[in-house]
């Protein structure tokens, strides 16, 4: 950050100023730093590896070949339209901010909701990915022990709460170890790739260009008998629920330095490098089947049946060991992100107890019951969405469906208003990383093609019920905002209120040592 002059920082504060916000965050984190905290929850570590069997037991060798590109370019078009709107706002909670000012109030706080949503599921899925690895890995292996509902809870409540202390502890650490996981990802990555390559019995790449349809028995149940175009769309579900999270760039605006710069670069490099690296990995993973068909069957264990069919055990545990700490660290960063959107739409009086949530830490800099609400609102979801099933299918399968479409809403909304935004009062200026008004509005109309694309798949058997919680949750919505928030909630600042707020900054600054 030698490069980060008292100019810059007076240019980043004067920003969020103008926005109506204090600067009580502590601004520490640089451009490979907010590169790093999207890249570290993307982490094809976790998601391309725990979800890998959507493809291997679908569509097979083309579901990654072919699939991943595919899905890797209908996430890059989130994050690049995302990009251009983060250039111009760059506040934490930047979403629900987004929404609010291309929008109005409503747009505001139901992008808020479905980001919120989206982010505390998706932590206590990647936690829960983090123990169903470890168990694979080490538990059961190694201690013998069994996969039960108390193992499982005391597992997360454990790596949960250390995610939640480091974060508590301030973004200087955070960022410190998200800035090595960064590292590792690449580094670990490119190791798997290797190995697999080494360990290859042979290199058939043809595979990674030939579909099957493993879809029912064929493909150990992890999608039912349906047809091979549609299992291989269907596929398409690994990449994009691997290759999200850039959100979380835009939620860190107000900690990183040079935002209105460094938080769009971040956004998409963070997809370039995971879309790429990923490929490489996954695609050498592949190489290594001994046989797709054998692979297939395997359903959610070919990840493990492929490394003790084919590794070293020595090499193989090494791999492991790095792969669960890259895991782990892809958790941290996403206490992070869930911790600044429930911040920042409690600072304008979102959430109950917004007081409360809104507070930061004069210690610390950070907001502390945020982090930690967040965090046990994670682990208690896994706790509950567990003991309950729908037929055969447990809710908790179904809500992490649901994540994935809440989630790529969030992004969508704000995407959509600024498509209809630009030119108008509510949008004059690009931010000073700029596509364009031409590329921006292609990109957003591509948004909405691709968020269809994602609802449609995401509904599908196993998970037809994520389509009546999606409903439900907007008929909800609809109830709770004419019932009782259209007349509470006032949303972010904007117009004569920033000017109104700047005596509030200015306390707000002052009270945790800044300014």
Not at 9 to 25: I, N, R, T, W
Not at 100 to 107: A, C, D
Not at 370 to 390: K, M
Request: hydrophobic fraction near 50%; charge should be neutral.
């Amino acid at each position: 950050m030698s490069d980060y002059t008292d100019t810059d920082k007076k240019d980043d504060v004067s920003v969020l100023h103008a926005m109506g916000y204090a600067q009580e965050l502590e601004r520490r984190m640089s451009s490979f730093s907010n590169f790093a905290v999207s890249f570290s929850i993307i982490c094809i570590l976790s998601g391309g590896i725990n979800s890998l069997a959507q493809a291997t037991s679908g569509a097979g060798g083309a579901a990654i070949g072919i699939g991943w590109p595919l899905g890797c370019f209908v996430s890059a078009v989130f994050a690049i339209a995302m990009a251009q709107i983060s250039s111009a706002y760059p506040t934490a909670g930047g979403l629900y901010h987004w929404g609010s000012i291309l929008g109005n109030r409503f747009t505001g706080w139901l992008t808020a909701w479905f980001n919120l949503l989206g982010l505390v599921t998706v932590l206590g899925a990647i936690n829960v990915g983090t123990y169903y690895f470890f168990m694979g890995a080490f538990g059961t292996p190694y201690f013998g022990w069994a996969d039960t509902t108390v193992v499982r809870i005391l597992f997360l409540v454990v790596i949960t709460g250390a995610q939640a202390l480091v974060n508590h502890m301030g973004i200087g650490l955070t960022a410190k170890l998200t800035d090595i996981s960064g590292y590792l990802i690449f580094v670990t990555s490119i190791a798997l790739a290797i190995v697999c390559l080494v360990s290859a019995p042979s290199y058939e790449f043809a595979r990674l260009f030939t579909f099957a349809n493993y879809s029912g028995e064929a493909g150990g149940n992890v999608w039912p008998q349906t047809s091979g175009t549609w299992v291989f769309l269907l596929g398409l579900l690994l990449p994009i629920y691997t290759i999200t999270g850039y959100d979380a760039s835009a939620h860190t605006s107000e900690e990183t330095i040079k935002a209105a710069h460094s938080v769009p670069r971040g956004m998409v490099m963070s997809v370039l490098w995971s879309a790429i690296f990923g490929y490489i990995m996954l695609s050498a993973f592949v190489l290594m089947l001994p046989n797709m068909d054998d692979a297939a069957k395997q359903g959610w264990n070919v990840f493990f049946w492929a490394m003790d069919t084919q590794v070293n055990s020595t090499i193989k545990d090494v791999l492991y060991l790095a792969i669960l700490v890259c895991q782990w660290l892809c958790g941290l960063a996403t206490v992070t992100s869930v911790s600044r959107m429930i911040f920042a739409f409690s600072r304008d009086g979102g959430l109950p107890a917004s007081r409360a949530l809104a507070k930061v830490s004069p210690a610390y800099r950070t907001p502390v019951a945020a982090i930690w609400t967040g965090s046990i609102l994670s682990v208690l979801f896994v706790w509950g969405s567990s003991l309950v099933s729908i037929g055969e299918t447990p809710v908790y399968t179904i809500v992490v469906s649901c994540t994935v479409i809440f989630l790529f809403f969030s992004f969508a909304i704000p995407i959509a208003l600024g498509l209809f935004a630009w030119g108008t009062k509510k949008w004059d200026k690009m931010g000073p990383w700029n596509l364009g008004k031409g590329m921006f509005k292609l990109f957003a109309v591509l948004t909405i093609l691709a968020m269809i694309l994602i609802f449609v798949l995401g509904i599908q058997p196993p998970n037809e019920w994520a389509l009546y919680i999606t409903v439900g949750f907007l008929v909800l919505s609809g109830i709770i905002w004419f019932g009782f928030e259209s007349r509470r909630f006032r949303g972010p600042p904007i117009g004569d209120e920033v000017a109104r707020r700047q005596a509030e900054i200015a306390a707000a600054e002052k009270a945790v040592g800044q300014g």
